[in-house]
């Protein structure tokens, strides 16, 4: 019942999803915008019992372990590039760092054998009829499904199509975010992690690329009222990136030279998402789309956890969607919400609005006491949520799994 599942999103939640629905018996399918699998990206991490416990379950853990970045420790310096703050590397890495394009790589390749993928085309409709939803393709294709998952990130195509604009749910904080990979670069000590530099509202950044030698990303964020621009042009957004950072030294002017021939820029606003129920019908959100934020609100572990019960509370109502998605929502709302909040100062952290913000965050993370409290914090908050072993319930089933 209900065994034919549309998921929009290859990224992280999207093939997690598919992952696991395939393990449980359903035909998922993944329907990505892009032409194949975006490669490379920033690090994201994993933190806390509760992802580790899905790393583990999906016997993923010591795959990624092999290609861990190690943590990326963060150096604050100064216009001259005299150390300020030094944070370690569990502060942004958590307990696992990886590349978010080798994670989106390995959960494609595990979850490819049960699950059809279709690269370069989205959805442009959806209408809900008492027995699935009739699915119209970019390409032009027009397909019925069971279901339809959104796990599309905070622009979500799946949410404005079923649930109304994005304005309804997106909210924007402040701040902007930008990164793209530089090339023939080099910097002292870069190859243990990232250096930054503060401005009142900015702060610019420079990390190693565990990739090779000599390639580094840079990532850059400023304080902005809501800009009006053109998500699909690259150009306009490196120019406001340029104006934003014109007068700045340090490294900036090297970086935004790097940033005219880039041709792997990510540019967004800092927002968060919030969706008052995460399904109408036969159609579900999930990961960024139902509860997210642009930067640290621990959103990759947050995917796959919600992958992992979405799938397995389908498989344990044998395919009612009602009850499933009553119970996936009811189970890890209060959790989502609790990691996303982490969003909301993170680009204040990393930019504080005055020079004296800057003076005391420096401050008060150089204390060990403080550092070591945060970090045990970052684990509680993502492990607020105990989590059913739907593996079992499936071997109970089949024998299997």
């Known amino acids: 019942m209900n065994k034919n599942v549309l998921i929009s999103g290859a990224s992280i939640a999207g093939p997690a999803l598919a992952y696991w629905l395939g393990r449980h018996g359903f035909n998922p399918t993944v329907v990505e915008l892009a032409p194949a699998l975006r490669e490379g990206g920033q690090a994201v991490d994993f933190r806390g019992e509760t992802h580790l416990t899905v790393l583990e379950r999906m016997g993923l853990h010591e795959e990624l372990r092999s290609m861990q970045t190690g943590g990326s420790p963060i150096r604050f310096v100064d216009e001259r590039g005299h150390p300020l703050l030094q944070l370690p590397g569990e502060f942004a890495g958590g307990a696992l760092e990886v590349l978010r394009g080798d994670l989106s790589r390995v959960l494609y390749e595990h979850s490819a054998p049960d699950a059809e993928y279709l690269f ?19 390409s ?9 998952i959104g796990a599309d990130g905070l622009h979500s195509n799946v949410r404005r199509l079923a649930f ?60 902005s009222p809501e ?3 053109d998500r699909h042009d690259a150009d306009q957004q490196k120019k406001l990136i340029a104006e934003a950072f014109a007068d700045l030294g340090w490294e900036v002017p090297r ?23 995460w399904s109408t019908g036969r159609v579900c959100l999930a990961g960024d789309a139902a509860c997210g934020a642009t930067i640290g609100g ?28 009553t119970r996936y929502e009811s ?8 990691c996303q909040a982490g969003g909301d100062r993170t680009a204040k952290f990393l930019a504080p609005g005055t020079a004296t913000g800057a003076r005391i965050r420096n401050a008060l993370l150089s204390r ?34």
């Open 227 to 229: 800009l009006s621009y």
């Open 140 to 148: 032009g294709a027009t397909r019925d499904f069971d279901l339809v």
């Open 120 to 138: 370069g085309d989205s959805i442009t409709g959806l209408v809900q009829t008492p027995s699935g939803v009739r699915v119209d393709f970019r």
């Open 255 to 277: 970086l935004l030279d790097s940033l005219r021939q880039a041709p792997d820029l990510y540019f967004d606003a800092i927002s968060r998402a919030d969706v008052d129920t």
């Open 298 to 325: 621990m959103g990759t572990g947050t995917a796959m956890v919600a992958a992992y019960v979405l799938a397995g509370e389908l498989a344990r109502a044998e395919g009612e969607y009602r009850t499933a998605f």
């Open 331 to 338: 189970r890890l709302r209060k959790y989502a919400e609790g």
């Open 368 to 401: 060990p006491l403080l550092m070591n409290a945060l970090l045990r914090q970052g684990d509680k908050v993502s492990s607020t949520v105990t989590l059913p072993d739907y593996c079992a319930d499936s071997r109970r089933v089949s024998g299997t799994f």
């Open 164 to 223: 109304g604009p994005e304005r309804n749910y997106v909210s924007h904080l402040g701040y902007y975010a930008a990164t793209w990979q530089v090339p023939d670069y080099s910097y002292p000590g870069l190859e243990r992690g990232s250096v930054g530099h503060n401005a009142p509202g900015r702060f610019a950044s420079v990390a190693a690329d565990h990739r090779g030698s000599n390639r580094a990303r840079a990532f850059f964020v400023f304080a």
